[in-house]
Protein backbone atom coordinates (compact mmCIF):
# COMPACT_ATOMS: atom_id res chain seq x y z
CA UNK A 1 0.00 0.00 0.00
CA UNK A 2 0.97 3.72 -0.37
CA UNK A 3 2.32 4.95 3.51
CA UNK A 4 0.89 8.32 4.10
CA UNK A 5 3.89 11.37 4.55
CA UNK A 6 3.76 10.53 7.88
CA UNK A 7 5.54 7.66 7.41
CA UNK A 8 9.33 7.30 7.78
CA UNK A 9 10.54 7.41 4.10
CA UNK A 10 12.53 3.96 2.44
CA UNK A 11 15.70 6.17 2.45
CA UNK A 12 16.14 6.68 6.37
CA UNK A 13 14.42 3.28 7.08
CA UNK A 14 16.81 0.64 8.70
CA UNK A 15 15.45 -2.51 7.65
CA UNK A 16 17.75 -4.16 11.08
CA UNK A 17 15.64 -2.29 13.41
CA UNK A 18 11.82 -1.93 11.71
CA UNK A 19 10.40 -3.79 8.52
CA UNK A 20 9.03 -1.49 5.52
CA UNK A 21 5.89 -3.74 5.97
CA UNK A 22 4.13 -6.10 8.00
CA UNK A 23 1.95 -8.39 7.20
CA UNK A 24 -1.09 -10.39 9.17
CA UNK A 25 -2.56 -12.94 7.61
CA UNK A 26 -5.48 -12.41 10.14
CA UNK A 27 -7.10 -15.47 8.74
CA UNK A 28 -6.66 -18.27 6.10
CA UNK A 29 -10.56 -18.89 5.43
CA UNK A 30 -11.90 -17.51 2.10
CA UNK A 31 -14.42 -18.49 -0.37
CA UNK A 32 -12.09 -18.29 -3.34
CA UNK A 33 -9.85 -21.27 -4.94
CA UNK A 34 -7.66 -19.18 -6.79
CA UNK A 35 -5.12 -21.30 -8.33
CA UNK A 36 -1.95 -19.40 -7.28
CA UNK A 37 -2.84 -19.58 -4.05
CA UNK A 38 0.28 -19.74 -1.02
CA UNK A 39 -2.16 -20.54 1.62
CA UNK A 40 -4.52 -23.30 -0.24
CA UNK A 41 -7.24 -21.12 1.57
CA UNK A 42 -10.68 -23.03 2.17
CA UNK A 43 -13.67 -21.51 3.74
CA UNK A 44 -13.26 -22.60 7.31
CA UNK A 45 -11.60 -20.64 10.28
CA UNK A 46 -8.68 -22.48 11.81
CA UNK A 47 -9.28 -23.73 15.24
CA UNK A 48 -6.11 -22.15 16.89
CA UNK A 49 -7.02 -18.48 14.88
CA UNK A 50 -5.41 -15.35 17.07
CA UNK A 51 -8.20 -14.40 18.92
CA UNK A 52 -9.83 -10.71 19.08
CA UNK A 53 -7.82 -10.33 22.23
CA UNK A 54 -4.32 -13.00 20.84
CA UNK A 55 -4.98 -9.92 17.63
CA UNK A 56 -4.91 -6.80 19.40
CA UNK A 57 -1.66 -7.81 21.71
CA UNK A 58 -0.05 -8.72 18.11
CA UNK A 59 -0.65 -5.21 17.24
CA UNK A 60 0.43 -3.66 20.81
CA UNK A 61 3.65 -5.87 20.15
CA UNK A 62 3.70 -3.75 16.90
CA UNK A 63 3.52 -0.54 17.61
CA UNK A 64 7.32 -0.67 19.36
CA UNK A 65 8.28 -1.16 15.83
CA UNK A 66 8.10 2.57 15.55
CA UNK A 67 5.36 5.50 14.73
CA UNK A 68 2.88 4.87 11.70
CA UNK A 69 4.33 1.14 11.32
CA UNK A 70 2.53 -0.21 8.04
CA UNK A 71 0.59 -3.32 8.88
CA UNK A 72 -1.70 -5.12 6.04
CA UNK A 73 -4.30 -7.38 7.50
CA UNK A 74 -4.42 -10.06 4.62
CA UNK A 75 -6.17 -13.85 4.46
CA UNK A 76 -7.65 -15.64 2.66
CA UNK A 77 -9.79 -13.46 2.70
CA UNK A 78 -9.83 -10.70 6.17
CA UNK A 79 -13.45 -9.66 5.88
CA UNK A 80 -14.53 -13.51 7.06
CA UNK A 81 -13.52 -12.20 10.44
CA UNK A 82 -15.98 -10.53 12.18
CA UNK A 83 -13.76 -8.31 14.33
CA UNK A 84 -12.33 -6.43 11.59
CA UNK A 85 -13.06 -2.92 11.71
CA UNK A 86 -12.98 -3.45 15.72
CA UNK A 87 -9.30 -5.09 14.62
CA UNK A 88 -8.44 -2.01 12.29
CA UNK A 89 -9.66 0.63 14.80
CA UNK A 90 -7.55 -0.54 17.30
CA UNK A 91 -4.08 -0.18 15.64
CA UNK A 92 -4.76 2.64 14.16
CA UNK A 93 -6.01 3.77 17.92
CA UNK A 94 -2.08 2.44 18.68
CA UNK A 95 -0.29 4.58 15.84
CA UNK A 96 -0.66 2.14 13.53
CA UNK A 97 -1.01 2.43 9.49
CA UNK A 98 -3.55 0.09 9.00
CA UNK A 99 -4.39 -1.31 5.33
CA UNK A 100 -6.35 -4.51 4.24
CA UNK A 101 -6.16 -7.19 1.34
CA UNK A 102 -9.98 -8.54 0.68
CA UNK A 103 -10.68 -11.14 -1.66
CA UNK A 104 -12.89 -10.24 -4.30
CA UNK A 105 -16.08 -11.93 -2.91
CA UNK A 106 -19.66 -10.21 -2.43
CA UNK A 107 -18.78 -9.66 1.07
CA UNK A 108 -17.28 -6.41 0.61
CA UNK A 109 -20.01 -4.28 0.52
CA UNK A 110 -20.26 -0.32 0.48
CA UNK A 111 -21.03 -0.38 4.08
CA UNK A 112 -18.42 -2.97 5.31
CA UNK A 113 -15.56 -0.52 3.64
CA UNK A 114 -17.17 2.73 4.89
CA UNK A 115 -17.06 0.86 8.42
CA UNK A 116 -13.66 -0.03 7.95
CA UNK A 117 -12.64 3.73 6.58
CA UNK A 118 -14.29 5.39 9.45
CA UNK A 119 -12.09 2.94 11.68
CA UNK A 120 -9.11 4.58 9.96
CA UNK A 121 -8.10 2.23 7.42
CA UNK A 122 -5.85 4.00 5.67
CA UNK A 123 -5.77 1.79 2.10
CA UNK A 124 -6.89 -1.28 0.36
CA UNK A 125 -5.40 -3.66 -2.27
CA UNK A 126 -7.49 -6.05 -4.33
CA UNK A 127 -6.54 -8.85 -6.68
CA UNK A 128 -6.85 -8.92 -10.94
CA UNK A 129 -5.00 -11.16 -12.38
CA UNK A 130 -7.08 -10.51 -15.69
CA UNK A 131 -8.31 -7.85 -17.53
CA UNK A 132 -11.92 -9.33 -18.36
CA UNK A 133 -14.23 -11.40 -16.12
CA UNK A 134 -13.56 -14.66 -18.16
CA UNK A 135 -10.02 -14.56 -17.62
CA UNK A 136 -10.09 -12.94 -14.03
CA UNK A 137 -12.92 -15.63 -12.79
CA UNK A 138 -11.05 -18.48 -14.22
CA UNK A 139 -7.95 -17.98 -12.32
CA UNK A 140 -9.70 -17.07 -9.24
CA UNK A 141 -11.90 -20.03 -9.24
CA UNK A 142 -15.22 -18.05 -8.77
CA UNK A 143 -17.87 -16.65 -10.93
CA UNK A 144 -19.01 -13.08 -10.62
CA UNK A 145 -15.03 -12.12 -8.64
CA UNK A 146 -14.18 -9.75 -11.42
CA UNK A 147 -17.31 -7.74 -11.02
CA UNK A 148 -17.45 -7.48 -7.40
CA UNK A 149 -14.16 -6.46 -7.71
CA UNK A 150 -14.75 -3.61 -10.09
CA UNK A 151 -17.22 -2.63 -7.81
CA UNK A 152 -15.39 -2.86 -4.64
CA UNK A 153 -12.46 -0.58 -6.02
CA UNK A 154 -15.34 2.19 -7.41
CA UNK A 155 -17.20 2.18 -4.15
CA UNK A 156 -13.42 2.11 -2.23
CA UNK A 157 -12.69 5.53 -4.69
CA UNK A 158 -15.66 7.05 -3.47
CA UNK A 159 -14.85 6.85 -0.16
CA UNK A 160 -11.63 8.41 -0.40
CA UNK A 161 -9.38 5.31 -0.12
CA UNK A 162 -6.23 4.47 -1.63
CA UNK A 163 -6.39 1.48 -4.13
CA UNK A 164 -3.21 -1.10 -4.85
CA UNK A 165 -4.07 -3.44 -7.18
CA UNK A 166 -1.85 -7.19 -7.01
CA UNK A 167 -1.33 -8.91 -9.94
CA UNK A 168 0.02 -12.31 -10.06
CA UNK A 169 2.80 -13.16 -13.40
CA UNK A 170 2.99 -16.47 -14.44
CA UNK A 171 2.13 -18.89 -17.65
CA UNK A 172 -1.23 -18.29 -17.65
CA UNK A 173 -1.58 -14.31 -17.04
CA UNK A 174 1.62 -12.78 -18.32
CA UNK A 175 -0.05 -11.91 -22.05
CA UNK A 176 -2.76 -10.44 -20.52
CA UNK A 177 -0.67 -7.65 -18.15
CA UNK A 178 -0.95 -4.65 -20.99
CA UNK A 179 -4.51 -5.12 -21.12
CA UNK A 180 -4.79 -5.25 -17.34
CA UNK A 181 -2.02 -1.98 -17.35
CA UNK A 182 -4.80 -0.34 -19.69
CA UNK A 183 -7.89 -1.16 -16.84
CA UNK A 184 -5.94 0.41 -14.29
CA UNK A 185 -5.76 3.66 -15.86
CA UNK A 186 -9.17 3.45 -16.26
CA UNK A 187 -9.74 2.89 -12.65
CA UNK A 188 -8.07 5.19 -11.21
CA UNK A 189 -5.50 2.95 -8.85
CA UNK A 190 -2.65 4.84 -6.85
CA UNK A 191 -0.59 1.05 -7.48
CA UNK A 192 0.12 -1.57 -9.47
CA UNK A 193 2.21 -4.47 -7.26
CA UNK A 194 2.87 -6.94 -9.70
CA UNK A 195 3.76 -10.58 -8.40
CA UNK A 196 6.02 -12.98 -9.87
CA UNK A 197 4.50 -16.66 -8.83
CA UNK A 198 6.77 -18.59 -5.95
CA UNK A 199 6.01 -22.19 -6.32
CA UNK A 200 4.21 -22.85 -2.99
CA UNK A 201 0.45 -23.46 -1.59
CA UNK A 202 -1.62 -24.00 -5.08
CA UNK A 203 0.77 -22.20 -7.05
CA UNK A 204 3.35 -25.04 -7.37
CA UNK A 205 0.41 -26.65 -9.70
CA UNK A 206 1.28 -23.29 -12.10
CA UNK A 207 3.47 -22.81 -14.83
CA UNK A 208 6.19 -19.78 -14.02
CA UNK A 209 7.70 -18.22 -16.58
CA UNK A 210 11.13 -18.29 -17.50
CA UNK A 211 13.82 -15.99 -16.73
CA UNK A 212 13.81 -14.47 -20.37
CA UNK A 213 10.20 -13.53 -19.81
CA UNK A 214 10.47 -12.57 -16.63
CA UNK A 215 13.45 -9.72 -17.90
CA UNK A 216 11.64 -8.94 -20.67
CA UNK A 217 8.21 -8.18 -18.25
CA UNK A 218 10.17 -6.04 -15.91
CA UNK A 219 11.94 -3.78 -19.10
CA UNK A 220 7.86 -3.15 -20.44
CA UNK A 221 7.26 -2.61 -16.31
CA UNK A 222 9.80 0.60 -16.26
CA UNK A 223 8.81 1.56 -19.33
CA UNK A 224 5.69 1.66 -18.49
CA UNK A 225 6.07 3.29 -15.35
CA UNK A 226 7.42 6.23 -16.72
CA UNK A 227 3.65 7.16 -18.29
CA UNK A 228 1.15 5.65 -16.40
CA UNK A 229 -0.43 7.51 -13.46
CA UNK A 230 -0.18 4.99 -10.68
CA UNK A 231 2.79 3.71 -9.62
CA UNK A 232 4.75 0.12 -10.55
CA UNK A 233 6.26 -2.10 -8.06
CA UNK A 234 7.02 -6.05 -8.47
CA UNK A 235 6.71 -8.17 -5.48
CA UNK A 236 8.91 -11.45 -5.25
CA UNK A 237 10.60 -10.07 -8.17
CA UNK A 238 13.92 -7.43 -6.12
CA UNK A 239 15.92 -7.80 -9.73
CA UNK A 240 13.39 -5.59 -10.99
CA UNK A 241 16.11 -2.59 -9.43
CA UNK A 242 18.43 -3.80 -11.20
CA UNK A 243 16.96 -3.91 -14.66
CA UNK A 244 15.77 0.08 -13.55
CA UNK A 245 19.36 0.75 -13.31
CA UNK A 246 20.07 -0.89 -16.35
CA UNK A 247 18.10 0.66 -18.30
CA UNK A 248 19.04 3.93 -17.07
CA UNK A 249 22.89 3.41 -17.76
CA UNK A 250 23.13 3.21 -13.72
CA UNK A 251 25.69 1.42 -11.64
CA UNK A 252 24.61 -1.13 -8.93
CA UNK A 253 26.05 1.79 -6.46
CA UNK A 254 23.94 4.82 -8.15
CA UNK A 255 20.58 5.94 -6.70
CA UNK A 256 17.60 4.86 -8.23
CA UNK A 257 15.28 6.53 -10.58
CA UNK A 258 12.36 9.10 -9.26
CA UNK A 259 10.51 6.98 -7.67
CA UNK A 260 13.04 4.77 -6.25
CA UNK A 261 12.98 3.00 -2.85
CA UNK A 262 15.60 2.65 -0.16
CA UNK A 263 18.97 1.45 -1.84
CA UNK A 264 18.99 -2.00 -0.52
CA UNK A 265 15.15 -3.12 -1.13
CA UNK A 266 12.52 -5.06 0.51
CA UNK A 267 12.79 -8.87 0.63
CA UNK A 268 11.70 -11.50 3.03
CA UNK A 269 12.95 -10.74 6.30
CA UNK A 270 14.74 -7.57 5.20
CA UNK A 271 11.99 -4.84 5.69
CA UNK A 272 9.45 -7.17 5.65
CA UNK A 273 7.67 -9.92 7.99
CA UNK A 274 4.73 -11.98 8.01
CA UNK A 275 2.89 -13.24 10.81
CA UNK A 276 0.65 -16.02 10.08
CA UNK A 277 -3.10 -16.70 11.61
CA UNK A 278 -1.88 -18.85 14.58
CA UNK A 279 0.73 -16.48 15.33
CA UNK A 280 4.00 -17.96 13.53
CA UNK A 281 6.21 -15.26 12.24
CA UNK A 282 7.81 -16.18 9.00
CA UNK A 283 10.15 -13.82 6.54
CA UNK A 284 7.35 -14.02 4.14
CA UNK A 285 3.84 -16.01 3.28
CA UNK A 286 6.52 -17.36 0.66
CA UNK A 287 8.79 -18.41 3.37
CA UNK A 288 7.46 -20.81 5.54
CA UNK A 289 10.17 -21.11 7.88
CA UNK A 290 8.74 -20.03 11.06
CA UNK A 291 10.82 -18.11 13.42
CA UNK A 292 8.85 -18.43 16.36
CA UNK A 293 5.27 -17.31 17.53
CA UNK A 294 4.19 -13.93 18.67
CA UNK A 295 2.26 -16.06 21.73
CA UNK A 296 5.60 -16.14 23.10
CA UNK A 297 7.67 -13.92 21.96
CA UNK A 298 7.31 -10.21 20.92
CA UNK A 299 6.90 -10.24 16.44
CA UNK A 300 9.85 -7.54 17.36
CA UNK A 301 11.92 -9.37 19.30
CA UNK A 302 11.75 -12.24 16.33
CA UNK A 303 11.89 -9.74 13.52
CA UNK A 304 15.30 -8.10 14.74
CA UNK A 305 17.15 -11.15 16.92
CA UNK A 306 16.38 -14.29 15.17
CA UNK A 307 19.32 -16.08 13.35
CA UNK A 308 16.74 -16.77 10.25
CA UNK A 309 16.16 -13.01 9.91
CA UNK A 310 19.84 -12.00 10.12
CA UNK A 311 21.52 -14.49 7.66
CA UNK A 312 18.44 -12.75 5.35
CA UNK A 313 19.44 -9.11 5.95
CA UNK A 314 23.12 -10.00 5.71
CA UNK A 315 23.21 -9.84 1.47
CA UNK A 316 26.96 -11.01 1.50
CA UNK A 317 26.04 -14.55 2.57
CA UNK A 318 24.36 -15.28 -0.84
CA UNK A 319 25.32 -18.78 -1.96
CA UNK A 320 26.02 -19.11 -6.49
CA UNK A 321 25.96 -15.62 -8.26
CA UNK A 322 23.69 -14.09 -6.24
CA UNK A 323 26.61 -13.93 -3.69
CA UNK A 324 29.19 -12.27 -6.19
CA UNK A 325 26.80 -10.11 -8.02
CA UNK A 326 27.39 -6.41 -8.02
CA UNK A 327 23.80 -5.44 -7.69
CA UNK A 328 22.98 -7.54 -4.67
CA UNK A 329 22.76 -4.96 -2.05
CA UNK A 330 20.30 -2.93 -4.54
CA UNK A 331 18.32 -6.38 -5.53
CA UNK A 332 18.95 -9.26 -2.76
CA UNK A 333 17.15 -11.52 -5.19
CA UNK A 334 13.67 -13.48 -3.45
CA UNK A 335 14.66 -15.42 -0.72
CA UNK A 336 10.55 -17.01 -1.10
CA UNK A 337 11.68 -18.35 -4.62
CA UNK A 338 15.27 -19.68 -3.55
CA UNK A 339 13.79 -21.48 -0.63
CA UNK A 340 11.04 -23.18 -2.93
CA UNK A 341 12.61 -24.09 -5.92
CA UNK A 342 16.16 -24.99 -3.85
CA UNK A 343 15.10 -25.41 0.01
CA UNK A 344 17.65 -23.26 0.43
CA UNK A 345 16.52 -19.21 1.31
CA UNK A 346 19.92 -17.87 0.48
CA UNK A 347 20.64 -19.49 -2.96
CA UNK A 348 20.74 -17.46 -6.09
CA UNK A 349 16.75 -16.44 -7.30
CA UNK A 350 16.16 -18.73 -10.14
CA UNK A 351 14.28 -16.56 -12.01
CA UNK A 352 16.81 -14.06 -12.80
CA UNK A 353 18.75 -14.39 -15.59
CA UNK A 354 21.78 -12.17 -15.24
CA UNK A 355 25.16 -13.56 -15.01
CA UNK A 356 27.61 -11.24 -12.96
CA UNK A 357 30.56 -10.40 -15.02
CA UNK A 358 33.40 -13.03 -14.42
CA UNK A 359 31.00 -15.70 -13.18
CA UNK A 360 31.58 -19.34 -14.07
CA UNK A 361 29.61 -21.47 -11.47
CA UNK A 362 26.26 -22.91 -11.88
CA UNK A 363 23.01 -21.27 -13.02
CA UNK A 364 20.14 -21.58 -10.86
CA UNK A 365 17.68 -21.34 -13.70
CA UNK A 366 18.75 -24.52 -15.52
CA UNK A 367 16.51 -26.06 -12.57
CA UNK A 368 13.84 -23.76 -12.62
CA UNK A 369 10.49 -23.50 -14.71
CA UNK A 370 10.03 -22.42 -17.70
CA UNK A 371 6.87 -20.80 -20.02
CA UNK A 372 6.50 -19.92 -23.47
CA UNK A 373 4.60 -16.79 -22.55
CA UNK A 374 5.45 -13.77 -23.74
CA UNK A 375 4.35 -9.76 -23.27
CA UNK A 376 2.94 -8.67 -26.04
CA UNK A 377 3.76 -4.79 -26.02
Known amino acids: MTPPPSRPSDASLDSSERPRLLIWEVTQACHLACTHCRANANPYRHDDELTTVAGKQLLEQTRDFGENQLVVLSGGDPLVREDIVELVDHGTDRGLTMSLTPSGTQSITLERLAALESAGLSGIAFSLDGATAERHDAFRGEPGSFEATIRAIEDAKSLGLPVQINTTVCAETVGDLPAISRLLEDLGVVMWSVFFLVPVGRGQLLDSVDPETAEAVMQWLDALNQSTPYAVKTTEAP ?139
Do not use: M
Open 239 to 377: HFRRVRRQRRGEGAASADGPRGRHQTGTIAGDGFVFVSHTGDVYPSGFLPRSAGNVRDRSVVDIYRNHPLFEALRDREDRTGKCGVCPFRQVCGGSRSRANAVFGDPLASDPLCPYVPPGYDGPLPWDRSASAEAAVDE
